[in-house]
């Protein structure tokens, strides 16, 4: 995967911005609040359609525009070359902020290769992979942060598991509801039953994929991160599923392959069974208080929990092992090799392990690194490298 050119238009800080974009790694350099991470945020959007950092999208469109004229229009442009390939593909993106009724609303608007598409379509065509310092609460967050990452990760190559989610979540409100009614006006509880084989059926398609992206991501990191610190430190990622099908009291010990035996069929039963079992508890709370949108990873060195007591040098180069796997698992998924988006990476880590990570950055494909200081890169590898300083939204190459 190659990107050729990103283009944007109120997007952010940038009013007008359309530059080519050089194969190999991409050094960005300039103060805080100039639009480095907008730019990465930027290409990481085409990739996923989600923004790590907005709570909504009419957030990416550029203040003064959204704040003086409706409809407010962001453009968001990339053409790209995928592996494989000889055809230039052209991606756009159109945040669209516009007068509602006595309210407003937020509509998007998809084009591949000049042809609208619905989301479902677009998902998955370009890929990036993004690290942003704020993206170690992945690690030392709360469960959601972690179940995003999950979510996001997943539904940039695998259009089932994004189709599964949207209605799971459809399925998860309307069951929600029921409960509530139940809780307040009493009825049969049995109309439950058909949310329950609902919301099992596609809990299990989400638990499924997700003991297959666990278990293989924390193959990849432990070995980046047994890499990075110098043999020292093995780093594991344990799941801990919410509907538990093992059901043996470790809960909080197991890694993602120990549940790699159950098949879909196998979770949606043991789930709708699970339900079947919890159903007067959660009748009395009004809620559901089972499956995969209250599941949870941890990330574990040794006997420590990293979450709760790692520093944040350790944090981080967890955080970073995981992007690196993150990178080889979309390659071996997709057979795309992701570009991949660095923000500040190299901060609070020690000289060894900066120098470990440049020589790793050193032989990717395409990388966009950002940096308040050109310092925390060696001579050689400045040198091998593209360097852009970004003012206000303006590049200099």
């Avoid at 997007?11 to 100039?34: H, K, L, S």
């Avoid at 959204?66 to 790209?80: D, N």
């Avoid at 060195?301 to 992007?323: C, E, F, H, N, P």
Wanted: hydrophobic share 40%; proline share 3%.
């Amino acid at each position: 995967m190659r990107l050729l050119r990103l283009a944007l238009e109120n997007f952010r800080i940038y009013r007008r911005m359309d530059e080519t974009i050089p194969q190999g790694v991409v050094i960005i350099v300039g103060g805080n609040a100039q639009g480095k991470t907008a730019l990465l945020e930027a290409v990481y959007y085409l990739a996923t359609f989600a923004s790590f950092q907005a709570r909504h999208d009419s957030e990416l469109i550029n203040r003064q525009e959204s704040k003086h004229s409706l409809p407010a229009v962001a453009r968001l442009v990339a053409e790209f070359q995928r592996d494989g390939e000889v055809r230039t593909h052209r991606l756009e993106v159109r945040l669209i902020w516009e007068a509602n009724g006595a309210g407003r609303r937020l509509r998007r608007e998809v084009l591949l290769d000049g042809m609208k598409r619905k989301l479902g379509e677009a998902v998955g065509v370009f890929n990036a992979v993004l690290f942003l310092p704020q993206m170690t609460a992945i690690v030392s967050g709360s469960p959601e942060i972690r179940r995003r990452y999950l979510n996001l990760t997943l539904s940039q190559v695998d259009r089932e598991y994004a189709a599964a989610l949207t209605a799971y979540g459809q399925v998860l409100s309307q069951r929600n509801a029921l409960l509530k009614r139940l809780q307040e006006q009493g009825g049969d509880p049995s109309q439950l039953d058909f949310w329950d084989s609902e919301l099992s059926a596609l809990g299990a398609v989400l638990i499924h994929r997700r003991v297959r992206l666990l278990k293989e991501l924390g193959r990849l990191a432990l070995r980046v991160h047994w890499d990075l610190t110098h043999h020292s430190e093995t780093l594991e990622l344990r799941y801990q599923p919410a509907y538990d099908p093992l059901n043996d009291g470790s809960l909080f010990k197991r890694v993602a392959g120990d549940y790699a035996r159950f098949s879909v069929e196998e979770l949606a039963a043991g789930m709708a069974e699970a339900l079947r079992r919890r159903r007067a508890e959660e009748i009395s709370r009004g809620v559901t208080t089972l499956g995969p949108h209250r599941d949870e990873f941890r990330f574990w060195v040794g006997d420590m929990d990293l979450g709760t007591y790692g520093s944040r040098g350790q944090i981080r180069t967890a955080m970073l092992s995981l992007k690196f796997a993150e990178v080889e698992w979309i390659e071996s998924t997709t057979k795309q090799v992701p570009v991949l988006l660095l923000d500040e990476t190299l901060a609070e880590l020690d000289a060894a392990r900066r120098a470990d990570i440049q020589s790793r950055l050193a032989k990717a494909d395409q990388v966009l690194l950002t940096t308040t200081d050109l310092g925390f890169f060696s001579p050689d590898f400045v040198r091998c490298s593209t360097v852009w300083r970004i003012t206000a939204g303006t590049i200099e190459r």
